[in-house]
């Protein structure tokens, strides 16, 4: 595959960041300042604009752009090019007093008051008629600026709001999505139950809270209209500004595996995924490696939207963030790591949140470039040039791709239809834990998954992990056999295939919709256990896997049996199963064990699809990056202990030195390996 390099204007990586000068207006001293420490550090892009809204528009059109106009035409003469923000992030004061339908209806029907952020009524037309006039000017004015290489569409979109405006909608949403027949969504619904028959689409209301809320058909609409009613807020906002300026590519910030919104359903109005990572380094709950680790799968799962091009990391704190449970700094060396940890999951970009700190309001003390000291000699500063430094030594690597030859499937319908089913046990259904759980295991074999939709196209994949798969959409059941057959290795695991995508469940056994023909086994019964009770699933090389949580008692009916329960009335009843179909295989877990634990039976479906794993040591991560001939392998050391890997050669591309066996990490250390063709 070839280079797909993001941003031709700017030479290998994008470094910069959101910045606010509209804070800064009265300090032209401060202006003038933040040019010379951008390219002392290294920067190469400003991200303008996010929250400028009451700058640009003062007064209800009355337009002031003269100040980003000439912010942005600076930052071009000095070689810093601009992501250019769209300011919808935050209302003015304005606009609310004179159109309070902008402004959010909460669950219990309450209209907020003015205030805050990112909390607008999607539907209202007044706002957008409000954002399409400043969207206009906006592209008018600077959308042509050769500095200007990317449209940021408002920021962190997310919430619901319960207006009798998005009521309204909703209501719609329902009578197109099922034909205009009441019955249908009746049918779908199982409203016979408890007499919650509709008779029209009139008499369908969002989820209140203190609403309806046993009709989980209903609730799961609610969701998906939300989600298509932001798409449709998003397609709002670009389709403005490409009708002046119809080149400038696009995206919007999005926020690790945010619950309230399907991304996966918003990516195709981007061109390019970028995303805002605050990892709560060095906490108490955790090791460092798994905190990188679990950054590593909120990266996989940005990169998966767009497989074959890098995405952005849009923001992230250069030193430390204001609103986690505890506000610790990074260790020294750990930014460092934590930007080559981005660029080796797939990222083309390190952006911080935010340039300057600002003097008051509610993050007058989140980290920054440049404090309230306001020169270079701090350690933050220093360690964002250093970075700048490593990503101007590195910049082949830009345009290069993670080609993951395994993956797992991660739904979003599937995790809320988990979320709402009232069966198994309040604390412990875990369905994103239990995701990471696989993610993290395979990593450490040095294999770093993708992580997709279960309707996507997995002929690349050799390897495909389908965690607690509950909810089988049209067309799933079809693209795991074809999977398989044409020779993959497939394992899914208790709670597959109980409900469609309506939340019905399928009759005739679970895992329905022929998914049990594919594994040779139906699930007969599932028991939750509290969370002290213990099981095991003995495996016939006489290892034992912990059982907590759930276990399926099934009936196999042609599958090889690999593993039986060692406890519980069901002790001896087959846990673990194979079944060979086409020319691969279709492997089903009947209960939850760690998947370190499970790591044998990955080693053996990565061997079988011809997937190498990597010896690794312990906190040491490994991804790589390549097209064509090119091929980057990182290590990062996650720990502050140094390291040493072996069996490593090729050219260190920082230092240019060439590896015939060992690499020495320092505590905190990352190398980036060209491989030498063999
Ligand atoms: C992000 C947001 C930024 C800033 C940052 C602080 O979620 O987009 O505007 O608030 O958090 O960490």
């Not at 969701?223 to 919007?252: H, S």
């Not at 909810?471 to 079809?478: D, R, V, W």
């Amino acid at each position: 595959m070839e280079k797909k390099i993001l941003f031709p204007q700017v030479s290998g990586f994008l470094h910069g960041g959101d910045y606010n000068p509209d804070q800064w207006l009265d300090r032209p001293d401060i202006l003038e300042e933040d040019i010379r420490l951008m390219k002392k550090a290294g920067i190469n892009s400003a991200t303008l604009g996010v929250f400028s809204w009451a700058a640009c528009e003062p007064t209800e059109g009355n337009f002031c752009f003269d100040w980003l106009e000439e912010i942005v035409e600076r930052l071009y003469q000095n070689g810093i090019y601009t992501v250019l923000s769209t300011p919808s992030g935050a209302r003015p004061a304005w606009l609310d007093a004179a159109y309070p339908e902008a402004m959010r209806v909460d669950a219990r029907g309450l209209r907020d008051h003015h205030g805050n952020r990112h909390n607008h009524c999607m539907t209202s037309p007044k706002f957008r008629e409000k954002v399409a006039a400043i969207d206009r000017e906006l592209a008018r004015r600077l959308g042509s600026h050769p500095g200007v290489i990317l449209y940021h569409i408002s920021n962190e979109l997310s919430g619901e709001c319960f207006c009798p405006l998005c009521a309204e909608r909703f209501r719609k949403y329902l009578a197109d999505k099922f034909d205009h027949d009441i019955e249908k969504l009746n049918k779908a619904w199982w409203t016979a139950f408890w007499s919650h028959h509709y008779n029209s689409f009139d008499q369908i209301e969002p989820p209140y809270a203190n609403g309806e809320g046993s009709v989980l058909g209903l609730l799961l609409e609610w969701r998906r209209f939300t989600t298509w009613n932001m798409t449709d807020f998003l397609k709002f906002e670009k389709e403005t500004l490409l009708g002046i300026t119809p080149d400038m590519p696009v995206t919007t910030n999005f926020m690790r595996l945010f619950g309230g919104l399907d991304y996966r359903k918003m990516a195709p109005e981007l061109d390019v995924i970028s995303w805002d990572n605050y990892p709560a380094f060095h906490n108490d709950s955790e090791s460092f490696a798994d905190t990188m680790s679990e950054t590593a799968f909120q990266h996989a799962v940005m990169r998966s939207m767009k497989r074959d091009k890098p995405f952005m990391m849009m923001e992230s704190a250069p030193g430390l963030v204001n609103w986690q449970a505890v506000n610790k700094v990074k260790r020294p060396g750990v930014h460092r790591l934590a930007c080559l940890h981005a660029i080796a999951c797939g990222s083309d970009t390190v952006q911080y949140f935010q340039w300057r700190k600002g003097r008051g309001s509610c993050e007058q003390f989140h980290g920054a470039v440049v404090d309230h000291l306001g020169t270079d000699d701090t350690r933050v500063f220093r360690e964002v040039a250093q970075v700048g430094e490593m990503l101007k030594a590195i910049a082949p690597v830009a345009g290069t791709c993670v080609n993951s030859q395994a993956a797992l499937l991660f739904d979003w319908d599937n995790r809320w239809a988990i979320g709402d089913v009232r069966a198994l046990a309040d604390d412990t259904k875990k369905y994103e834990d239990t995701c990471l759980d696989f993610y993290r295991a395979f990593l450490k074999l040095g294999v770093d998954m993708d992580i997709v939709g279960s309707d996507e196209d997995l002929s690349r994949y050799g390897v495909v992990v389908a965690p607690m798969l509950y909810m089988l959409q049209p067309g799933t059941a079809s693209n795991l056999k074809t999977f398989v057959e044409r020779g993959g290795q497939l394992l899914a695991t208790y709670l597959t295939g109980y409900v469609d995508s309506d939340q019905l469940c399928w009759l005739g056994g679970f895992p329905g919709d022929g998914l049990a023909g594919l594994f040779g086994v139906i699930s007969e019964e599932i028991d939750s256990y509290y969370p002290s009770d213990r099981n095991g699933v003995r495996l016939f090389d006489g290892s034992v896997w912990e059982v907590r949580d759930y276990a399926e008692i099934l009936r196999v009916k042609d599958a090889e049996v690999l593993g039986v329960y060692t406890g519980e009335f069901y002790q001896g009843t087959p846990a673990l199963t194979c079944k060979s179909f086409g020319r691969g295989k279709a492997y089903y877990a009947a209960a939850r064990s760690s998947a370190s634990e499970m790591t044998p039976l990955f080693e053996k479906m990565l061997k079988e699809a011809d997937i190498p794993v990597k010896k690794l040591p312990e906190n040491v991560e490994y991804h790589v990056r390549s097209a064509g001939e090119e091929v980057y392998e990182f290590y990062l050391n996650c720990s502050e202990q140094p390291v040493v890997v072996s069996d490593i050669f090729g050219t260190e591309v920082q230092t240019g030195e060439e590896l015939c066996g060992t690499l020495a990490l320092p505590g905190y250390g990352g190398a980036v390996v060209r491989k030498t063709a063999v």
